[in-house]
């Protein structure tokens, strides 16, 4: 009796002990399946936090045009006789461009100058008298006074003849042309445009606070979509001297040599000027801040102790900003130089979270933001 009791007994108690080792066991299991259900390894993409000379810059738009450049065409009306220049010419100050039927105008001018010369005849030769007291005073002043008076009529239409004719009045390029042999044209009508490429200028309107940064001689950079990548220099030519009752924006004006006459009037231009001095900020991609009402921060990867080789983890850091620029900001305080910042994926990271990091889509940062022109 006492025998089988034993033997229950140690039955009983193996059947409790395999029991109780079976659920430390399944604890055991359920405990590492959840840590590491709980917080996997993130994958994220991540930059080098780098110091970086940073400029303070003004950045506005405007539109290029020419410091010499006009619409050209003539103050009289009349038919056209003649067009001695092609669409899109380069021509020479003073060349003839476009000339008006002036027939009647050239007839009356002959008429008018050998008028002019016959009064011219007469008083030489009533001087030559006069010598000798065959004329009078009287006479020569009265032949002085005709040779003036017809000198002058041949004058006036010789003006009248030059304004039937159209030349250019500086050197430059000519655009397309708006008329044709055989046209009647009106006082005022747009022949054709002429723009002095050589040098070209930009209007840009700051705000009112800005001046005291800007004077004159101050250089500005230009890009423009036509060349994508390329920069045009110039300077500050000119500061409007009153500031717009309306806007509270002042006009600034700046000039560029154009030698290469890649720049063309009426074009859409971003303008860049640099101010202050230069400094050195570490800067980041602002893809990089995570934004709250109780501080910015960033996730900087670390390797933990502990942790599998190989293995990172991210820290939260508190990091104050400065000014951006594109795409990228200016961290003052937070971070140290050569810092490895997390860029993507930071909505699903805290602190201690392990990652894996991946660069082969990193987000691109543009120093500069891109106005489009509408």
């Known amino acids: 009796m006492i025998k089988r009791m034993i033997i229950m007994l140690l039955a009983t108690g193996a059947v409790l002990g395999g029991l109780f080792w079976f659920q430390n066991f399944k604890a055991g299991?359920?405990?590492?399946?959840?840590?590491?259900?709980?917080?996997?390894?993130?994958?994220?993409?991540?930059?080098?936090?780098?110091?970086?000379?940073?400029?303070?810059?003004?950045?506005?738009?405007?539109?290029?045009?020419?410091?010499?450049?006009?619409?050209?065409?003539?103050?009289?009306?009349?038919?056209?006789?003649?067009?001695?220049?092609?669409?899109?010419?380069?021509?020479?100050?003073?060349?003839?461009?476009?000339?008006?039927?002036?027939?009647?105008?050239?007839?009356?001018?002959?008429?008018?100058?050998?008028?002019?010369?016959?009064?011219?005849?007469?008083?030489?030769?009533?001087?030559?008298?006069?010598?000798?007291?065959?004329?009078?005073?009287?006479?020569?002043?009265?032949?002085?006074?005709?040779?003036?008076?017809?000198?002058?009529?041949?004058?006036?239409?010789?003006?009248?003849?030059?304004?039937?004719?159209?030349?250019?009045?500086?050197?430059?390029r000519l655009g397309i042309r708006a008329v044709d042999v055989g046209e009647y044209l009106t006082a005022g009508t747009t022949i054709v445009t002429l723009q002095a490429l050589d040098l070209l200028h930009v209007d840009i309107y700051l705000p009112q606070q800005r001046i005291s940064e800007l004077k004159v001689g101050q250089p500005v950079k230009l890009t423009v979509d036509a060349f994508p990548g390329k920069t045009f220099d110039g300077e500050i030519s000119a500061i409007n001297s009153k500031v717009d009752s309306t806007s509270r924006n002042v006009q600034v004006r700046a000039v560029l040599k154009n030698p290469e006459k890649l720049l063309l009037p009426g074009m859409f231009a971003r303008v860049t000027i640099s101010i202050g001095n230069e400094k050195q900020f570490i800067t980041l991609p602002q893809t990089a801040i995570v934004y709250n009402p109780y501080g910015d921060s960033v996730f900087v990867v670390e390797n933990t102790s502990g942790t599998e080789k190989g293995q990172k983890t991210v820290k939260q850091v508190f990091v104050k900003t400065g000014d951006t620029r594109g795409d990228n900001v200016a961290i003052t305080s937070g971070i140290n130089k050569g810092d490895t910042v997390v860029v993507a994926g930071q909505l699903k990271l805290r602190n201690g979270t392990p990652v894996m990091i991946d660069n082969s889509h990193v987000p691109t940062a543009e120093n500069a933001p891109q106005i489009v022109d509408q």
């Open 29 to 172: 299991i359920i405990q590492k399946v959840m840590a590491s259900m709980s917080n996997p390894p993130q994958t994220v993409s991540t930059t080098v936090a780098n110091v970086t000379n940073w400029q303070d810059q003004i950045q506005a738009v405007g539109t290029l045009g020419a410091e010499r450049g006009a619409d050209l065409a003539l103050q009289v009306s009349g038919i056209v006789q003649n067009i001695s220049f092609k669409n899109g010419d380069d021509v020479k100050e003073g060349q003839t461009l476009l000339q008006l039927y002036a027939d009647d105008d050239i007839a009356k001018l002959q008429s008018l100058q050998a008028t002019a010369d016959n009064y011219a005849i007469t008083l030489k030769r009533d001087q030559e008298q006069f010598k000798y007291n065959g004329v009078s005073q009287a006479t020569v002043d009265t032949d002085k006074a005709n040779l003036k008076n017809a000198t002058a009529l041949v004058d006036q239409q010789a003006a009248v003849l030059s304004e039937k004719t159209l030349k250019a009045p500086y050197s430059g």
